[in-house]
């Protein structure tokens, strides 16, 4: 099973700032990386597919990088809506898909 | 409208099983793979095996084998997912997701997911 880190657990970013999250795999999944967006009570919003690929509506200062078992979801600008826990889920090996622990963006 | 709804809340004692529905609609049912997400209060999303609602093929993730059934009724499109011998640790909201991703009018299969249900929280407690 590939396990996904997440880091930092907690980011705390002022609106309008940078903000950049990380997701490590265990083995490499070959750009094969997805992130969501979860906000409290709702379910998980797709962001990026294929590692850089913005879902349908993804506001365009949402971007992915990354490859192998390095990963970076980055927002330019934070916009109050953008405050919600992230995850990283790889698609590459399975069974299982995984999905990391999650980074809490908050205020 | 294309959407996935599930049943709604339920709760049960240990060792008792529950059995989730997600009805899909708006698009061709058995075109798509429906997979299962559960998250326990506060935790990480953890995905536990998806069914081929043309087929019936079903795949699980290691943990839940032997606790987990995944089927579905193709005259109503709908999927339903099944775990016994429940346990405390199971308390969760149970997501069904669709590996059907849409970008610029074009639908095709994926491993990642863009439709999902809202969700059914299941509360395993004596």
């Known amino acids: 099973e590939i396990v996904m880190t997440q880091s930092p657990a907690t980011l705390s970013v002022s609106p309008g700032e940078r903000a950049t999250l990380s997701c490590r795999a265990s083995q490499t999944v070959g750009s094969n990386l997805a992130w969501y967006q979860q906000k409290p009570g709702q379910t998980p919003r797709l962001l990026i597919f294929g590692a850089s690929t913005r879902a349908t509506g993804v506001p365009a200062r949402f971007s992915g990088s990354g490859s192998g078992t390095e990963y970076t979801l980055t927002i330019s600008s934070l916009q109050s809506e953008d405050f919600a826990i992230y995850y990283c889920q790889q698609y590459n090996n399975w069974p299982p898909w995984t999905f990391g622990q999650g980074t809490k963006v908050e205020i | 409208q294309v959407q996935l709804v599930q049943s709604g809340a339920e709760m049960k004692k240990p060792g008792a099983s529950v059995k989730v529905s997600c009805k899909a609609s708006g698009y061709t049912f058995t075109d798509y793979y429906i997979h299962w997400v559960r998250q326990a209060p506060g935790q990480a999303l953890e995905w536990m095996g998806w069914i081929n609602p043309n087929s019936g093929t079903t795949n699980f993730a290691q943990k839940f084998q032997g606790r987990v059934t995944m089927t579905r009724d193709t005259s109503i499109s709908t999927a339903y997912m099944e775990l016994t011998n429940l346990r405390s640790d199971d308390t969760a909201v149970y997501f069904c997701?669709?590996?059907?991703?849409?970008?610029?009018?074009?639908?095709?299969?994926?491993?990642?997911?863009?439709?999902w249900g809202r969700g059914s929280l299941i509360t395993v407690s004596s």
């Open positions: 997701a669709s590996g059907r991703v849409c970008t610029g009018g074009n639908c095709y299969s994926a491993r990642y997911f863009e439709l």
